[in-house]
């Protein structure tokens, strides 16, 4: 969802959605730093393809490195040093409780997950 931005209208259409538009000219260490962001999201989406090619209990360390990664975020953006209002983080608390309960409900599935 964050990535497509960027093929519609470049980096800073994907600065735009990740910052709701509140960073429409970016200085280097911005373009940078959200760059680094792009690749992990495409990194992310790549790791989710080769997890269907994957065995069953490949993919359910897949998705717990996946949980571990959510459960981190969440400690950076609730943590004591965090500085974004609480309005500001709702849609990545959203996102950091859901994904994560879909990857643990794929975990405590009964294990006859499609192995290709």
């Known amino acids: 969802m964050f990535v497509l931005p960027v093929f519609t209208s470049g980096m800073k259409g994907f ?6 538009g509140e960073l429409t000219e970016p200085d280097k260490f ?9 690749a ?11 997890g ?3 065995d069953v209990e490949a993919q359910k360390l897949l998705a717990q490195s996946f949980v571990a990664m959510c459960v981190m975020c969440l400690g950076v953006s609730m943590g004591p040093w965090a500085m974004a209002p609480i309005q500001e983080v709702v849609p990545a608390l959203i996102y950091l409780t859901v ?16 192995s290709s």
């Open 15 to 20: 600065m735009e959605t990740i910052t709701n």
């Open 30 to 38: 911005h373009m940078n730093v959200f760059g680094i962001d792009f």
């Open 40 to 50: 992990k999201n495409l990194t992310i989406s790549l790791q989710c393809f080769l």
């Open 52 to 54: 269907t090619k994957m």
């Open 99 to 114: 994904v994560p309960g879909a990857y643990i409900a794929a975990i405590m599935g009964t294990g006859k997950g499609k």
